[in-house]
């Protein structure tokens, strides 16, 4: 039998930790990790942090990660869950159009759904988060909130089939949950 295959969205200046801790997990818990980008080839990935003294983020190169597909390839009926990683890749990934139709599928058919601190520019810009509760790091605390989302401050928080975390630091906390929808979603339904 086949692994159930996770989407895991990212682009150039996606945040390492937001992306390998999630790959990780998944592959531990029996699932298959598909990166999705806007091309298929190699990504450069970063890790931000607040330095002391510092009231932005401060950003290092991080490790490199390939894409196993495009966007513009994706069916989403082939996969169980999507991950929007965080970074700032979401920024500029979020107008792609393939993006969005793909974004677009995972609400409607209430499949898992997780989401990571910049991660949630996507879902937003794609008019999914209308309604929704979710965690996101306080900068884009507007972009869910001008989209009809509510902005919760705390490390998991779980909203039907959406789960969300603020930012890498949260990953023990979210990660875990959503991969219980996730094997909850393999089951074979009863008839």
């Not at 895991?8 to 801790?21: P, S």
């Not at 949950?177 to 094997?183: A, C, G, S, T, V």
Request: glycine fraction near 8%.
């Amino acid at each position: 039998m086949s692994q159930p295959k996770v989407l895991i969205i990212i682009g150039d200046a996606t945040e390492t930790l937001d992306t390998m801790y999630p790959y990780y997990r998944l592959i531990e818990a029996g699932f298959q990790p598909v990166v999705a980008a806007p091309e298929k080839r190699l990504y450069q990935m970063v890790m931000h942090e607040v330095k002391p003294g510092w009231t932005i983020t401060k950003e290092w190169e991080g490790y490199t990660l390939q894409a196993d597909v495009a966007f513009s390839e994706i069916d989403p009926d082939d996969y169980l869950g999507i991950l929007f990683s965080g970074g700032r890749a979401p920024e500029y990934i979020r107008y792609d159009e393939d993006l969005v139709r793909v974004t677009k599928h995972f609400f409607a058919h209430d499949k898992p759904i997780a989401s990571v601190c910049h991660g949630v520019e996507i879902p937003a810009y794609a008019d999914c988060v209308r309604g929704r509760r979710m965690a996101t790091v306080g900068k884009c605390k507007f972009d869910l909130e001008v989209c009809g989302g509510t902005f919760v401050d705390e490390p998991c928080v779980v909203d039907g089939n959406l789960v969300s975390g603020r930012t890498f630091h949260d990953n023990g906390h979210y990660i875990g949950p959503w991969i219980e929808l996730l094997q909850k979603a393999r089951q074979p339904v009863d008839v």
